[in-house]
């Protein structure tokens, strides 16, 4: 996708919890730019460094087919509830995982007390924690910095941007087994939040609904659902 077609592109994808992800690849120029039609509005875009394939409005059944054929288990389809029937439709065998997004409805609530600490992409290189983890992190994080929490010194706990957005980012975090339910994810958000809120930039929290958790974090410090989308992945 050049310059130009992103230039044409992003004014019509507006800057909300929904297309956050899809208008910071955009933004960033990782985005591989499939189809996308003003009227009525609709796109599917894949970002390259992730492979998530994010689908917006009807969907192209030629263009999702064909980007199943070659799809890997790490990779997911991101699109919008209205049309999830047509999307089961076109990924059979695929899991289906309905998902809420949520915005903060006021300041970020205070969490417990702890340590934490900030981290670079290659300070995550060298810290103990199992590959699946340190790969996503590697692979996701837009800003390069980690926001952690830490039990006994040791980085249990990491809260990165997986996407920006002029006004926006999304949150992912991870959190190690055996460390979960502690407080850790709440201390690891706050600490990124605040800071982004220095730079302007309001969080986005999704999560699908099966995760009870997550969904439990989101609300403890302070975020309220706003819309939804849906997820499909392959079957690990």
Do not use: Q
């Not at 055996?178 to 201390?187: E, L, M, P």
């Not at 982004?196 to 974090?217: C, D, F, Q, T, Y």
């Not at 659902?225 to 690990?236: I, S, Y």
Request: hydrophobic share 45%.
């Amino acid at each position: 996708m050049n310059s130009e077609d992103a230039a044409a592109v992003l004014p019509t994808i507006p800057d909300t919890p929904r297309h956050v992800e899809a208008r910071s690849c955009l933004i960033a120029g990782t985005a591989d730019l499939l189809y996308w039609h003003e009227k009525p509005f609709d796109y599917a875009l894949v970002n390259r460094n992730t492979r998530t394939l994010f689908v917006h409005g009807a969907p192209d059944a030629g263009v999702i087919g064909e980007w199943a054929v070659d799809a890997k288990p790490e990779m997911e389809l991101v699109g919008d509830e209205a049309h999830a029937d047509l999307l089961k439709g076109l990924l059979p065998g695929w899991g289906y995982y309905p998902a809420i997004l949520f915005r903060l409805a006021g300041p970020v609530a205070a969490p417990d007390e702890g340590e934490t600490t900030w981290l670079s992409l290659n300070d995550i290189r060298s810290v103990k924690m199992p590959e699946v983890v340190r790969e996503e992190i590697l692979v996701g994080s837009v800003t390069g910095r980690v926001a952690c929490s830490l039990e006994k010194d040791r980085p249990v706990s990491f809260c990165y941007a997986g996407a920006v957005t002029e006004t926006l980012f999304d949150i992912a975090i991870d959190t190690l087994s055996g460390f979960r339910r502690k407080g850790h994810a709440r201390r690891a958000a706050a600490l990124m939040i605040s800071d982004m809120a220095g730079r302007g930039l309001a969080p986005v929290w999704g999560a699908v609904e099966e995760n009870i958790a997550s969904i439990k974090v989101a609300r403890a410090l302070g975020f309220e659902p706003v819309d939804t989308c849906n997820v499909f992945a392959l079957p690990e």
